[in-house]
């Protein structure tokens, strides 16, 4: 009886042991589903904050200030297409002056009017992908710390500052994406990164990316396919 008692607590001990590496190893496979460019994490920080200093972009202080940029068209707004919608940008901290989020700078419009349809295309997608944040400001953003201090980059260090408020950057939303245009849009984005054309960041519900101003440029425009016109038929000489 003695025996067969010790024999049960050492089998539930090594269960236990089984069940516990199992539990680490699902969440280790898990965290390494995300790619190793797309982390996040200081090195990113700093690096999305040097490249606005280098292209010498200019931090949004207000709503006042991002009104005034939009009127003078030094960021452009953002409608609803086929290709993707604003899903409640600008909804966060400030609902009722929503509408005035709903831009960024132009190549950020230019990446999205180039990748989205061909990720649509290709991965055959019916539905629209989800924008869910673009341009903010440096009030925004410190709203954002008070009242969701776990989810937004927060700090006094100058890498802390979020590219956001540069206007350069759009955050898509992945947890409406199947695996398959999940994978093909890390390719595609570790691709842009190595070019040096991005910088992007795989979060836990969306893709966050500061497009470079050599993107447009550097990048190939959609091609659109020609409507060819019927030919017309010859008359048959009599």
Not at 186 to 210: N, V
Request: with cysteine; proline share 3%; hydrophobic share 35%.
């Amino acid at each position: 009886m003695r025996r067969k008692l010790t024999f049960l607590i050492v089998l539930a001990i090594l269960t236990l042991f089984v069940t516990d590496a199992e539990a680490r190893k699902r969440r280790r496979k898990k965290r390494s589903s995300v790619p190793t460019e797309l982390r996040g994490g200081r090195s990113s920080q700093e690096k999305q904050n040097r490249q606005a200093k280098a292209e010498g972009l200019k931090r949004i202080k207000d709503l006042d200030e991002l009104r005034d940029l939009t009127k003078d068209g030094k960021l452009v707004r953002l409608e609803d297409s086929d290709t993707y919608v604003l899903r409640k940008v600008g909804e966060l901290v400030d609902k009722q002056n929503s509408d005035a989020y709903r831009v960024a700078l132009e190549r950020v419009k230019i990446f999205l009017d180039r990748e989205l349809p061909a990720l649509k295309r290709e991965t055959g997608r019916k539905r629209p992908f989800e924008v869910v944040s673009l341009a903010r400001t440096d009030a925004y953003q410190k709203r954002v710390c008070e009242e969701y201090p776990r989810s937004a980059i927060c700090g006094d260090a100058w890498w802390e500052v979020s590219s956001h408020v540069y206007g350069a950057t759009v955050d898509i939303d992945l947890l409406n994406m199947t695996g398959k245009q999940i994978a093909k849009f890390q390719r595609r984005l570790k691709k842009l990164e190595k070019d040096g054309l991005i910088e992007a960041i795989q979060e836990k519900g969306c893709f966050h990316i500061m497009v470079f101003e050599d993107y447009p440029q550097k990048t190939e425009p959609v091609k659109t396919s020609k409507t060819k016109k019927p030919r017309k038929k010859k008359r048959k000489s009599r």
